[in-house]
């Protein structure tokens, strides 16, 4: 079991930037891929980043890529999204999401949940 606390949200300008943080509890956080997920008013959620387990592996949506990034603390328990550089589109509830294995870092194959921080990016 793993429980998922996000922090770090905010109200900031176009062009500014935030770090998100996803502290977890449970004894085999380290064990787990984790990814980072947004979600719109009106829109699906969406997989923004995701970081491997051991590896440290990273992948990210185009939509971010060169401006957001997503690292892993395992002896904190804690996985952080840097984001910069930030756009009113960014503008979303954001979420982090743990799942057993890298390819399930997907909206459907998360095993567990945070409760989401809310970030919105100001023209």
């Known amino acids: 079991q793993v429980q998922l606390v996000e922090s770090g949200g905010g109200l900031v300008q176009a062009g500014g930037s935030l770090r998100l943080s996803c502290a977890a509890s449970g004894r085999a956080f380290s064990t787990y891929a984790m990814g980072w997920f947004r979600q719109a008013p009106g829109k699906e959620r969406e997989l923004v980043a995701g970081i491997a387990w051991s590896s440290g592996r990273t992948s990210y949506a185009d939509s971010v890529k060169g401006r957001f990034s997503i690292s892993r603390d395992n002896a904190k328990n804690t996985v952080y999204l840097q984001m910069n550089s930030l756009k009113p589109e960014d503008t979303a509830v954001y979420y982090c999401?743990?799942?057993?294995?890298?390819?399930?870092?997907?909206?459907?194959?998360?095993?567990?949940w945070g409760q989401g921080t809310q970030v919105t990016v100001s023209s």
């Open positions: 999401g743990a799942a057993r294995f890298s390819s399930s870092v997907r909206v459907g194959g998360i095993d567990y």
